[in-house]
Structure formats: structure tokens, C-alpha cells
Nanobody
Framework: QVQLVESGGGSVQAGGSLRLSCHAT????????MAWFRQAPGKEREGVAS???????SYADSVRGRFSIYKDNAKNILYLQMNSLKANDNAMYYC??????????????????????WGQGNQVTVSS
């Protein structure tokens, strides 16, 4: 059974930093595409960053240069380091896992339909 358990959200002032963690169990962590998504109140869930099975990374334009996605394969943990946070980064953040073998283009596209496995969500609140 696949489980993705998130931690690390919270409140921070604009310009500050937070790091989200996603611990995966029952999942082929090393080889499959994983991603971070976020959903603000009243808005659709949007993809923030992807980490492909080959180690490639991809970011949404809104976070590129501020956020960093990376893995600790020894611990089966996916991270999202968020720096220079802004008020419009306020959202519930989710980690997600794909199934084996999706193309990098699909991983990078971050369509929610490509990710059957989801964490419980973690709130990030940025105050200005």
C-alpha cells in the first residue's frame, strides 16, 4: 500500500523560507516521477515542481528560482525547499506520485490525472 506522508508546513513572513517533506512508503521511490502541487482557496490545484525518475527537475514559472525539489533516496523522502516566499504562495501543498514508466514530458506537465498517489496536504501561510 502506497503512503505519502507530508510534514513541514506552517506560517512564515513574506521573504522567509520553509521546507516541506514527503515520506514515501510502499512506493518505487527511486524510479518514478514525483511532484509537488498546491491549491489555494477557490482555485484549481496546480503543479509546482516535478522530479523525474532520471533525476530531472522542472518548475512552474511562478516558483522557478525560488523553490527547489530534491530527494533523499536513502530515506525515501521528497523535499520542497521554498525560499523568498510571497503572499501568493499561500496554499495547501500536496506531494504526489506517478505510476511507473510515465514519460518525462508527462511528469513535467504535472497533470493531476497522471498522479494516482497523494499526500494528505500541508498548509503554507505567508503573511505580508
Amino acid at each position: 500500500q502506497v503512503q505519502l506522508v507530508e510534514s513541514g508546513g506552517g506560517s512564515v513572513q513574506a521573504g522567509g523560507s520553509l521546507r516541506l517533506s514527503c515520506h514515501a512508503t510502499g512506493y518505487s521511490f527511486r524510479r518514478d516521477c514525483m511532484a509537488w502541487f498546491r491549491q489555494a482557496p477557490g482555485k484549481e490545484r496546480e503543479g509546482v515542481a516535478s522530479f523525474g525518475g532520471g533525476g530531472l527537475t522542472s518548475y512552474a514559472d511562478s516558483v522557478r528560482g525560488r523553490f527547489s525539489i530534491y530527494k533523499d533516496n536513502a530515506k525515501n523522502i521528497l523535499y520542497l525547499q521554498m525560499n523568498s516566499l510571497k503572499a501568493n504562495d499561500n496554499a495547501m501543498y500536496y506531494c504526489a506520485g506517478s505510476v511507473f514508466g510515465i514519460a518525462w514530458s508527462t511528469c513535467m506537465g504535472r497533470s493531476t490525472s497522471s498522479f494516482p498517489y497523494w499526500g494528505q496536504g500541508n498548509q503554507v501561510t505567508v503573511s505580508s
